[in-house]
């Protein structure tokens, strides 16, 4: 298992207060950095550089097994003040955004190279940038602009969100958590909810005769956000209960931009609820959209979506041998999908990959369907 100091380092949480005791753990142990950008330097931190086996350049707080890690992975450190640290890769794209460059060609660059060019473009900026220094690496490298990037503490959006749930519905029962450098997510199932949330959409299954489908199916939630600039704070719909969560659209989210702040969170929240509906409506409509081929057309949404190629051609081999060469919905066609993600996760894919999967699979609810039903054969 990799310790946290490792870029590669990720936890699961089986519990609410398990993610919150981590979480504000983790906040109290993180330090933001302002500093100018034209005073920050870049050093080389490949296993030929002579950092690599000088440990006491590095903070104090900064182990030896943190340094070798960044060697295999980034390769480059970063001087604080007087301070100097490994960067995480997690860091490398906001780096790169202070520095006003493109990364097309430099990650084929010599460590060496690359930080001297980096080094000469970050000397071209006054501005200010703002650090996250954690778990002994700098983590993110954002603008320092107070109107550009907004710290909003995961123990505080999560403690929110959490309030907000128990005031509605107190029955919520969290499902699963996870963590890693550059993400954080959770899920909540809402069984009190059914008959308001999906009522509708479970007899307009039952009408099409997948009754046990629908009695399967439970509404849930999934809050997510990143510190190092992957993500706003958002909470998504889901369908619980089968082999994997179903992600059926976003329904808030809260940049860490323009000076936001808890209670913009906090505010968004309130209006969750309702758009829950209007999210379930947009999964309820594809039961009413009839496809003439639609083994071509699921071929081609998955292409569209850029689904993993592998595990979306199993999804659709699986599909025609149960659609027959017959018509199908297009509701049909995106519940076959969702073995494509199930397919990943066995497969090992990581977790932040497969949340990222589920988002761009939601994007297939907004699609107009009938344009992707192609009489001829769609090679992939």
């Known amino acids: 298992m990799p310790k946290p100091c490792q870029d590669d380092y990720f936890v699961e949480f089986h519990s609410f207060a398990d993610m919150m005791s981590y979480h504000e753990m983790q906040s109290k142990n993180s330090r933001w950095e302002r500093t100018e950008v034209n005073t920050l330097c870049v050093i080389p931190l490949d296993a030929s550089s002579p950092l690599y086996s000088a440990q006491a350049s590095f903070a104090s707080d900064v182990s030896e097994e943190a340094v070798k890690d960044t060697a295999n992975n980034l390769g480059l450190a970063i001087k604080v003040g007087e301070d100097l640290y490994p960067l995480r890769s997690t860091a490398y ?215 993993p190629k592998k595990a979306a051609l199993e999804a659709i081999g699986m599909f025609e041998v149960t659609c027959g060469g017959g018509t199908a919905t297009a509701h049909d066609i995106f519940m076959a999908m969702q073995e494509i993600l199930f397919t990943s996760k066995i497969e090992g894919t990581p977790i932040s990959k497969l949340l990222m999967l589920e988002e761009s699979m939601a994007r297939a609810l907004t699609l107009n369907w009938e344009k992707y039903d192609y009489a001829k054969t769609v090679s992939w």
């Not at 690496?137 to 749930?165: P, R």
């Not at 509605?168 to 308001?196: C, I, M, V």
């Not at 199916?217 to 510190?227: A, E, K, N, Q, V």
Request: net charge negative.
């Open 93 to 307: 794209k906001s780096l790169l955004d202070r520095a006003k460059i493109s990364e097309t060609a430099l990650p084929k660059l010599k460590r060496e190279d690359l930080a001297g060019i980096l080094n000469a473009c970050l000397a071209l900026h006054k501005a200010e940038s703002l650090l996250l220094i954690r778990d002994e690496k700098v983590s993110a490298v954002h603008s320092g602009d107070t109107t550009d990037y907004s710290v909003l503490l995961i123990n505080e959006l999560l403690d929110a969100l959490k309030t907000k749930l128990d005031e509605r519905f107190a029955d919520n029962e969290f499902d699963t958590g996870y963590s890693d450098h550059s993400f954080t997510s959770a899920a909540w199932s809402l069984p009190g909810q059914k008959a308001d949330l999906i009522g509708a959409y479970q007899k307009v299954l039952d009408s099409q005769g997948k009754t046990a489908l629908a009695g399967k199916l439970m509404p849930g939630i999934r809050f997510s956000t990143s510190d190092t600039g992957v993500a706003s704070a958002k909470v998504s719909a889901l369908i619980l209960g089968l082999q994997h969560p179903i992600h059926i659209g976003g329904m808030l989210a809260v940049d860490h931009r323009g000076q936001s702040k808890i209670m913009d969170f906090n505010e968004a929240i309130d209006m969750m609820f309702a758009k829950f509906c209007d999210a379930i409506a947009n999964l309820e409509k594809l039961t009413n959209v009839y496809l003439d081929y639609p083994i071509n057309a699921m071929t081609a949404i998955c292409k569209k979506l850029a689904m």
